[in-house]
């Protein structure tokens, strides 16, 4: 929403088209994705939604407790995008999936175009982590053809979680208390000895950075560089942390439009009062609402609290290109039109690759965030203030926890180089994690911050070559430091201008 010149449009211009040309590489990366590689015996060919060509999947045999290995066993699946050329280096690449609750496999398809070149000569493995996708799945109710009103009432929330809870814990692999990311290390540790690979490159995106992390505290000889896409360490305390981190992000768009004045389409230009208007909005609530149902289209009526609205807004703080339509929405609500705030909400969690397996996230968050949230030194947002603790605090007093070791918190000295990526307008995973992650890991690190970037940094314009060039770097003195000058530019997408319908002369508007 800042000032977009003639020179800023460009460049934004040319990520765009940068974009278009990566997912462009998608059919021709799994055209040749299985071109005369010859596969470990432990994987056999299979076909994934969403990928247009034959790829190999196999499964590994894990105890849920490992401490009772004869126990209770699940396998974990994962999928393999065999290198395309024949001479292939033995050390592929990892790509962890976010959440906690992402499935790696069920990413793959948006994620292979951006990997394309990394593909040439590394396979590249999807790992779904135990209580995801395929394996031993802790997924809760589908609540997104619900009611807007059973769908956001806190109360029922609650209640839906409860019952996911006592349900999950029916099922054969129902012991909530194994899911934690430590033993799912474990897991990926032995994905990497049935296939043989002799060292993971890891690539790790918000949970998946904790992952990462995890896996080289655990293994640091069986890893042989790491790229870290908005930090998410153990000790950030996820549902604290979000109050603070979010109300950065929002704050930073309100000032954003404020700077925005040049043109009569500016930001500041458009909505003048728009950090008013959104003090007023909150002001204004709770109260009933009237909206269309962004899946079904139904029109219904609901009750809009506080937190629900927060969690509305924060959610397309994500994504700087629909952050752009935040102030348009806010805009309209203060008129009584909340369909553009319930619309970009849906946007993120109705995408397929983005849903989480509920089970999952909170057997994650309950046993490895909650237990320190009382302890947490992050300072409320104004606007945010308890929000998410007010819904994880209940759900964890019932949830079935680990105990997680003490280890699992800290950071040591990295042993091979690390490459950690931060977006200045990330409303979750801010550079402040980053600046502490990387200073703990010392030496073998750097951190580079794209101050208009939002969650997830990795393809924002040119960071797609710097990760290349780290990953394929022979030495460890070639792979670091990375320039990445390229990138500070890149301008926030400008404010959302909603389209005026036009009024021939003689009609009435």
Not at 154 to 175: E, F, K, N, V
Not at 192 to 218: F, H, K, P
Not at 227 to 252: E, H, I, N, W, Y
Request: glycine share 8%; proline share 7%.
């Amino acid at each position: 929403m800042g000032s977009v010149g003639q020179s800023e449009k460009t460049k934004y211009a040319a990520a765009a088209m940068q974009w278009g040309h990566w997912l462009a590489g998608m059919a021709l990366a799994a055209s040749l994705g299985c071109a005369g590689v010859a596969q470990a015996a432990s994987t056999q060919p299979c076909r994934v939604e969403g990928l247009p060509n034959e790829m190999q999947c196999g499964a590994v045999k894990r105890a849920l407790d490992p401490a009772k290995p004869n126990g209770v066993q699940i396998e974990v699946h994962y999928l393999v995008v065999p290198a395309m050329a024949r001479n292939k280096l033995k050390d592929a690449v990892l790509v962890l999936a976010g959440g906690p609750g992402q499935s790696a496999i069920g990413i793959a398809p948006a994620v292979l175009p951006r990997l394309s070149r990394l593909n040439n000569r590394r396979d590249l493995v999807f790992i779904d982590q135990r209580g995801t996708g395929k394996s031993a799945p802790l997924q809760c109710a589908d609540a997104s053809r619900l009611p807007v009103q059973q769908a956001m009432d806190p109360a029922l929330q609650l209640q839906r979680l409860r019952q996911c809870a006592d349900d999950l814990s029916r099922l054969p692999h129902g012991d909530l208390r194994f899911y934690t990311t430590t033993i799912a290390m474990q897991d990926f540790e032995a994905v990497r000895q049935q296939l043989d690979v002799s060292q993971w490159n890891l690539i790790g995106a918000s949970y998946g950075t904790r992952a990462a992390l995890e896996y080289q505290r655990q293994f640091p000889a069986q890893v042989r560089r790491t790229v870290l896409d908005g930090m998410a360490p153990a000790d950030m305390v996820l549902p604290t942390s979000f109050s603070a981190d979010g109300q950065a992000a929002l704050d930073k768009l309100l000032d954003a439009c404020e700077k925005d004045a040049v043109g009569d389409q500016s930001c500041s230009s458009r909505f003048p009062q728009l950090r008013r208007e959104w003090e007023a909005l909150l002001g204004s609530l709770p109260r009933m609402v009237s909206v269309r149902h962004p899946v079904t289209g139904a029109s219904e009526s609901f009750h809009l609290t506080r937190s629900t609205l927060l969690r509305a807004v924060r959610s397309p703080l994500y994504v700087p290109a629909l952050a752009a339509g935040v102030p348009a929405a806010v805009h309209a609500a203060t008129r009584g039109d909340f369909s553009g705030i319930v619309g970009m909400a849906n946007a993120m969690g109705s995408r397929k690759s983005t849903q989480l397996a509920m089970g999952m996230h909170f057997s994650v968050v309950c046993a490895e965030d909650a237990p320190r949230m009382a302890a947490s030194q992050s300072t409320p947002g104004k606007d945010f203030g308890n929000t998410d603790a007010e819904l994880y605090g209940p759900v964890c007093g019932f949830w079935p926890r680990a105990v997680v070791p003490e280890a699992f918190y800290t950071v040591s000295p990295a042993q091979s180089p690390v490459l950690l990526l931060s977006g200045g307008a990330d409303p979750v995973t801010p550079a402040r994690h980053g600046e502490r992650v990387a200073k703990s890991l010392g030496a073998k690190a750097q951190h580079v911050v794209v101050p208009e970037a939002g969650h997830g940094v990795m393809y924002v314009g040119c960071m797609g070559d710097a990760v290349y060039r780290f990953i394929v770097a022979a030495t460890e003195a070639q792979a670091l430091p990375q320039d990445v000058a390229c990138a500070t530019g890149i301008p926030r997408p400008p404010a959302f201008v909603p389209i005026q319908p036009t009024v021939a002369a003689g009609e009435k508007p």
